[in-house]
């Protein structure tokens, strides 16, 4: 059974830092592509960063400069370091594992930037 649990969301104020984790199970970790995708609050689901099996990394334009995205395969772990938060990043992130027609969703993790 394929599972992916993210952790770490929680509320901050603006100009905060988070870091989420995303443990996975069920897979070989280590040949996915492994990704985070954020819904804000009445908007669609949208692609925050990615990171392939070989490392390589690409973000939104919007989190370019702030957030990192990393794996460790020794852990099955995908992490997002957010930093200097804005008010707008204020969503439901979620962990996502794909491998050809293979794909998997995290059951997410809330975010809520607020003062």
């Known amino acids: 059974q394929v599972q992916l649990v993210e952790s770490g969301g929680g509320a901050v104020q603006p100009g905060g830092s988070l870091r989420l984790s995303c443990a996975v199970s069920?897979?070989?970790?280590?040949?996915?592509?492994m990704a985070w995708y954020r819904q804000a609050p009445g908007k669609q689901r949208d692609l925050v960063a990615r990171i392939t099996r070989g490392g390589i990394t690409n973000y939104a334009d919007s989190v370019k400069g702030r957030f990192t995205i990393s794996r460790d395969n020794a852990k099955n772990t995908v992490y997002l370091q957010m930093n200097s938060l804005p008010p707008e990043a204020t969503a439901v992130y979620y962990c996502?594992?794909?491998?050809?027609?293979?794909?998997?969703w995290g059951p997410g993790t809330p975010v809520p930037v607020s003062s």
């Open positions: 996502t594992a794909a491998l050809s027609i293979h794909f998997y």
């Open positions: 069920g897979i070989i970790f280590s040949i996915y592509d």
